[in-house]
């Protein structure tokens, strides 16, 4: 069925991939083919270079573990990341909304900087627009960065090949879970704080450990569902995941029981997923534990040759269910 409007369910999961595929890459870079990663890496003189940029446009803007500005700087740097850059700049523009508190705007601005203070990374360039009451739902933040990329590095969701490990970085789950809390009031989930954090430190420990790690992928919207899903179709495999083995906090796991919802579908905003040869993954491991945010990695699953479905899970009874891109109206919103 072919896009006539854009629709919230357009913003994540099988809608966004709908939504860039049919609408936003035909017309924008009709010319592009590959894989979409979470920074590009463009060869320069001396150097190759990951540039990267997102728009947040989150709700409420203050929220346990983060706020808007926190979310920015964090969202950009993991991007780079990822792709085993280095962070070095950063752009901010913002758009204001009319009536909004200066004492809020001003933590929020404390908070993206001290990000970007201590993950060395210089915020060099911006824009502040101001526009009428709601008409922006507070404030919208964009980012930019721009990192650097070491000689013979690279990673891309094209990289998975049978016999890889699958890892995560840590519990799953948390920033979405904390942001539903808020929205609607969810006494039994207060407990539960966002994941909202840089993670440059973790890659780099993975990347020092384990040099010829293949892929890392931010498990930002549609959560890891949404990029095992995208890994799997761009390196043309099956991704065999043991649900047993999926570190998933208590909080988390009780509001995903309560309200219907799989975990492996709620958004992150400090923890990725990363694909490693399978004789590396132990010391992958050893990595990501010993690394300060890494005490809840765990090696969750394995690649395998393409399948019927992309992603698999093994449940705790021994059967077998598809793991699905999530079709984006879970939880609009969340960054």
Partial sequence: MTIERVELSHGSGDGNQRL????????????????????????????????????????????????????????????????GARPVLM??????????????????????????????????????????????????????GIGVVPEGRSLSAANARPGDAVLVSGPIGCHGIAIMAQRANLGFASSVASDCAPIQGLTGALLEAVPGTKVMRDATRGGCAAVL????????????????????????TGACNYLGLDPLQVANEGTFVAVVPGS???????????????????????????GRFPVVAVTEIGGTRPVEMPLGRLLPRIC
């Fill in 91 to 144: 752009s901010v523009a913002l758009i204001l909304e009319e009536g909004l508190d200066a004492g809020l705007l001003a933590r929020v601005l404390r908070s993206l900087s001290a990000v970007c203070k201590a993950s060395g990374v210089a915020i060099v360039c911006g824009d502040t627009k101001v526009v009428q009451h709601g008409k922006a739902d507070g404030m919208f933040v964009t980012t930019a």
């Fill in 229 to 252: 899903n995208e890994i799997a179709l761009d390196s043309g495999v099956t991704i065999r995941l043991r649900l047993a083995d999926i570190p998933v906090g208590e909080g988390v």
């Fill in 280 to 306: 590396d993954a132990a010391r992958a491991l050893v990595a990501l534990k010993a690394a300060s945010g890494g005490s809840g990695a765990a090696i969750i699953g394995a690649v395998e040759a393409k």
């Fill in 20 to 83: 860039l595929s049919e609408v936003v890459l035909p017309n924008l870079v009709p010319d592009r083919c590959g894989p979409l990663e979470d920074s590009a890496v463009v060869p320069s003189p001396g150097a190759c270079l990951a540039f990267t940029t997102d728009s947040f446009v989150v709700q409420p803007l203050e929220f346990p573990g983060g706020d808007i500005g926190k979310l920015a700087a964090c969202g950009t740097l993991n991007d780079l990341a990822v792709m």
